[in-house]
């Protein structure tokens, strides 16, 4: 499985972004499918996940009710629309795939592969 990420940038507080990640798999519709991000000196945190199914989501607090994850099962691609964003929103982000069985979708080590990451910096 190779996921790869794009779509992020540089914006300005209170901007948007919409960030995609593209799976080369044959069953992307079973995969859990994550974003995670990490800043410089800080560990991988946990941002977002959508299940196989498009039914459940996922949110960090600090994510809820400004970002949005959604998936294209038929395109094997994740979404992860990004508005209102903040200084601190600046960080590295990755987008992760679980295969079955599933556990705790907030955890990274759950997770079997990884995108190459995708830079979004937020100036204030």
């Known amino acids: 499985v190779q996921l790869q990420a794009s779509g992020g940038g540089s914006v300005q507080a209170g901007g948007s972004l919409r960030l995609s990640c593209v799976a080369s798999?044959?069953?992307?519709?079973?995969?859990?499918m994550g974003w995670f991000r990490q800043a410089p000196g800080k560990e991988r945190e946990f941002v977002a996940a959508?299940?196989?199914?498009?039914?459940?989501?996922y949110y960090a607090a600090s994510a809820l009710g400004r970002f949005t994850i959604s998936r294209d099962n038929a395109k094997n691609t994740v979404y992860l629309q990004m508005n209102t964003l903040k200084p601190e929103d600046t960080s590295v982000y990755y987008c992760?795939?679980?295969?079955?069985?599933?556990?705790?979708?907030?955890?990274?080590?759950?997770?079997?592969?990884w995108g190459q990451g995708t830079q979004v910096t937020v100036s204030s």
């Open positions: 992760a795939a679980s295969a079955p069985p599933y556990s705790s979708v907030r955890d990274s080590s759950e997770y079997d592969f």
């Open positions: 798999v044959g069953t992307f519709s079973s995969y859990v």
């Open positions: 959508i299940s196989w199914s498009n039914d459940d989501t």
